[in-house]
């Protein structure tokens, strides 16, 4: 105490850098946007609007900062008004008394002693964006704008003062081409939290109670893991495709496979070895079968014995009756890996002749008529799916998870549907 004195403590609660997690600061370089991405409660409006204060402030009350006309953009004024600046992390809550601004509601502006302003805008309204310039901006939930292209590029146009304008932006990521686009951008820097980075300044059993509701979904990796899950174009699949298939409770199955697409490699370098779990009902025609894909037990990294291992376990846990395994790559000795775990396991080896493509079209073709389900906890092996097109797979590696979900689902629906169907096709 006697090291800091009196006024140490006192200016303390307003040292942002003191007290900062390490994504709630922008990072050191030249850089012309800094993205503040993560998920719901992760800090990223205290972030941006510590970072104006930054920009405004000077070393005493009355002098000058880096900037002194900068722009407030939210999608509503409203927003931007009870967030931005009113909010229990705006710019008012966060600003020490002898320098906070001033809210001039007429005008929708802040004012700071030294003289520096803050104009509030609405990505509604991206018009209202054309005359005026400034030397910063700050842009809350870009990724939620309902005309988020025409606002960013009218934004800026209007950032022409002072030696190096900048933009702070935070969000949630959402699969918007605007936020893509912004992050592929070579002056775009981009720092990233979940929403467990914050957890200390968080109402106690929020986290808990969301996690437990949203965890293992594709909601949950977006809004509380803060990762962008961006769709590929001309994909199988798309996310908002596979959130419909979401489901909690599973009927009683008919059958129950576990299909392995193994990996010959081990170590940290390693291919994924896909393991999947995968249930369904074919009582009744072919046409009124459904899957359900019920677990995701892929590992990686570890020796054959290890992978045979994990998928025989996942036979035992979920009651399986047989386990499917692509042998490509392997062949003879994926059987006889397997055969030294359990020597009596029901296996059965298959042999790709086509692409993954290929093999993965006419499983995406139930998913569009509604004949999967998942539940919850399959994201890594959703967003596999998502990067899955017609020309091949648009991901890092290869997609063991996907490779493995195809096996599962032409052995259960696929192809005994084909079985079935092929006699009455033959008398016609």
């Not at 994504?23 to 993205?35: F, I, T």
């Not at 800026?156 to 686009?181: A, W």
């Not at 990996?263 to 291919?271: K, V, Y």
């Not at 995406?364 to 509604?370: K, V």
Request: net charge negative; charged share 25%.
């Amino acid at each position: 105490m006697n090291e800091i004195g009196e006024g140490g403590l006192w200016a303390l609660p307003f040292l942002f850098e003191f007290w900062a997690l390490p994504h709630q600061l922008p990072p050191l370089g030249d850089w012309r946007v800094w993205v503040v991405m993560g998920g719901r409660g992760a800090g990223k409006t205290r972030a941006g609007a510590e970072w104006m204060r930054r920009q405004v402030e000077g070393g005493t009350p009355l002098s000058r900062g880096r900037a002194r006309r900068l722009a407030l953009v939210g999608e509503t004024y409203d927003q931007v008004r009870d967030v931005m600046v009113f909010g229990e992390s705006g710019i008012l809550e966060c600003s020490p008394p002898d320098r906070r601004p001033i809210w001039k509601a007429s005008e929708r502006k802040l004012v700071w002693p030294n003289g520096a302003s803050a104009q509030a805008f609405s990505a509604h309204d991206a018009e209202a964006l054309r005359g005026p310039q400034f030397d910063a901006a700050w842009a809350d939930e870009l990724a939620k704008w309902k005309k988020a292209d025409e606002a960013w590029d009218m934004l800026q146009f209007t950032l022409r003062l002072g030696d190096d304008p900048r933009v702070c932006v935070t969000t949630t990521p959402r699969n918007v081409g605007v936020l893509k686009r912004l992050l592929a951008a070579p002056s775009t820097v981009v720092t990233h939290a979940p929403t467990e980075a914050n957890r200390a300044n968080l109402a106690a059993g929020f986290l808990e109670e969301v996690r437990t509701r949203y965890a293992g979904t594709r909601l949950g990796r977006q809004e509380l893991d803060g990762v962008l899950l961006a769709d590929t174009e001309g994909a199988l699949w798309t996310g908002s495709a596979l959130e419909t298939a979401w489901i909690a409770d599973v009927p009683a199955l008919d059958r129950v496979v576990v299909a392995l697409d193994p990996a010959i490699s081990a170590g940290g370098a390693a291919d994924e070895c896909g393991i999947i779990v995968v249930g369904a009902c074919t009582k009744g025609p072919p046409q009124d079968w459904r899957a359900y894909v019920l677990a995701d037990c892929t590992v990686q990294g570890v020796s054959p014995t290890g992978w045979a291992r994990a998928a025989i376990a996942a036979m035992e846990q979920f009651g399986a009756e047989r386990l499917i395994a692509e042998v490509n790559q392997g062949g003879q000795l994926v059987e006889e890996v397997i055969r030294q775990v359990d020597p009596l396991v029901p296996f059965k080896a298959v042999h790709a002749t086509r692409g993954k493509a290929a093999r993965a079209e006419p499983v995406a073709a139930l998913y569009e008529q509604g004949r999967v389900r998942h539940v919850p906890g399959l994201e890594l092996l959703e967003e596999q799916m998502c990067l899955m097109t017609a020309r091949g797979y648009e991901g890092a590696g290869s997609p063991d998870r996907v490779d493995a979900l195809v096996w599962a689902l032409h052995e259960l629906i696929i192809a005994p549907s084909r079985q079935l169907l092929q006699p009455r096709l033959r008398v016609l």
